[in-house]
């Protein structure tokens, strides 16, 4: 089976931009989460979406979203970039198998580069 | 609210040399517990987990874990320390509240290996 997938692999954008982000989960799993990572900050949650709806959030603004299409495919957008969202950005997939937390399988994630 | 608490920021060990990495978390239930190693440039790949079935639990490369709830630890160890081993190691925790996929990572250690 093919793992997570994650385009593009690295970006550079300047600061005031908007970005998009996307994330193909494994076959078969239908939550998709994203996580910011920073050398400061260390690995942080982002948000969930689960069946095209986003069922958990994390303590970002608002210009970071998201959504999920009925395929499980999953994109992140950043609008209005600034310097401080420069980071690697990871997306995980997991089964989301009713009665417990699933293992999350990590793509190779998004290098973003703001300038 | 779940946390974890990675004991050492950065391990030195020789190789052949046995590994410990340190880990305590705090949940306010039966917590899911994971360890995830990420090489650089790479994604996270997961190690091992826990999910209350036993508490040694044994994952890839030769790594194994004890969950020690008197003690609210989860450390990592491996008999014997390879080159290839050289990474950052996350100990993670899900905070499973009605099957949200989220993990909360802690600050991560670096492993070096020396020859």
């Known amino acids: 089976k093919a793992g997570v997938t994650q385009t593009p692999r690295y970006l550079i954008k300047t600061r005031g931009q908007q970005v998009t982000l996307s994330c193909s989960p494994i076959?078969?799993?239908?939550?998709v989460s994203w996580y910011q990572q920073t050398p400061g900050q260390g690995l942080q949650f982002l948000f969930e979406y689960f069946s095209e709806t986003q069922r958990n959030k994390g303590n970002f603004p608002g210009r970071f979203s998201g959504r999920q299409f009925s395929n499980s495919r999953s994109e992140m957008n950043v609008s209005t970039l600034e310097l401080g969202d420069s980071a690697l950005y990871l997306c995980a997939s997991s089964l989301a198998l009713a009665g417990g937390p699933d293992t999350q399988y990590f793509g190779p994630g998004t290098r973003l580069t703001v300038l | 609210a779940q946390s974890v608490t990675q004991l050492d920021s950065h391990v030195s060990v020789s190789e052949g040399t046995p590994v410990l990495l340190r880990c305590n978390y705090s949940?306010?239930?039966?917590?899911?517990l994971f360890w995830y190693v990420q090489h650089p440039n790479k994604g996270l790949q997961l190690l091992l987990k826990?999910?209350?079935?036993?508490?040694l639990v044994k994952g890839i490369n030769g790594f194994e874990a004890e969950f020690k709830k008197s003690e609210t630890s989860f450390h990592l160890t491996k008999p014997s320390a390879h080159m290839s081993d050289a990474a950052e190691y996350f100990c993670v925790v899900s905070d499973f509240a009605g099957n949200t996929g989220k993990l909360i990572f802690g600050q991560g250690t670096t492993l070096q290996v020396k020859p």
């Open positions: 949940s306010s239930y039966s917590p899911s």
């Open positions: 076959s078969g799993h239908r939550s």
């Open positions: 826990y999910t209350s079935a036993a508490t």
